[in-house]
C-alpha cells in the first residue's frame, strides 16, 4: 500500500520561500508520476507540479513557472517541491500525490494521496 507523508509547510512572508517534502513508500516507484497538488478554501484542487519519476522529467502549472521546482531523491524515495517568491495567491493545504502511468494535471487520475500540508503566505 502507497503512502505519502507531506512536511514543510508553514507561515511566510511574501517573497519569501519554502521547500516541501512528500516521503513515499509501499513500492517501487519507477513507472509513476509524482504530483503536487494545492486547495485553497472554497476552490477546487489544482496541479502544481509533476515529475516522472524514472526519467525526472518535470511539468508545471503557468502559476508557478519559474517560482516552484519540483525534484526528487531516488534514495530517499522522496519528491520535494521548492517555493520560491511566494506570493499570497499561494496560500493553500498542498498535496503529493501519484499516478502509474502517463502523467497528468487532473487531480482525479492521481490514486494515491498524503495528507497535506498547510502553506500561508502574508502580505
Known amino acids: 500500500q502507497v503512502q505519502l507523508v507531506e512536511s514543510g509547510g508553514g507561515l511566510v512572508q511574501a517573497g519569501g520561500s519554502l521547500r516541501l517534502s512528500c516521503a513515499a513508500s509501499?513500492?517501487?516507484?519507477?513507472?509513476?508520476?509524482m504530483g503536487w497538488f494545492r486547495q485553497a478554501p472554497g476552490k477546487e484542487r489544482e496541479f502544481v507540479a509533476a515529475i516522472k519519476w524514472s526519467s525526472g522529467r518535470t511539468y508545471y502549472a503557468d502559476s508557478v513557472k519559474g517560482r516552484f521546482t519540483i525534484s526528487r531523491d531516488n534514495a530517499k524515495n522522496t519528491v520535494y517541491l521548492q517555493m520560491n517568491i511566494l506570493n499570497p495567491e499561494d496560500t493553500a493545504v498542498y498535496y503529493c500525490a501519484v499516478r502509474q502511468g502517463t502523467g497528468s494535471y487532473d487531480y482525479t487520475d492521481y490514486t494515491s494521496w498524503g495528507q497535506g500540508t498547510q502553506v500561508t503566505v502574508s502580505s
Open positions: 509501499g513500492r517501487t516507484f519507477s513507472s509513476y508520476h
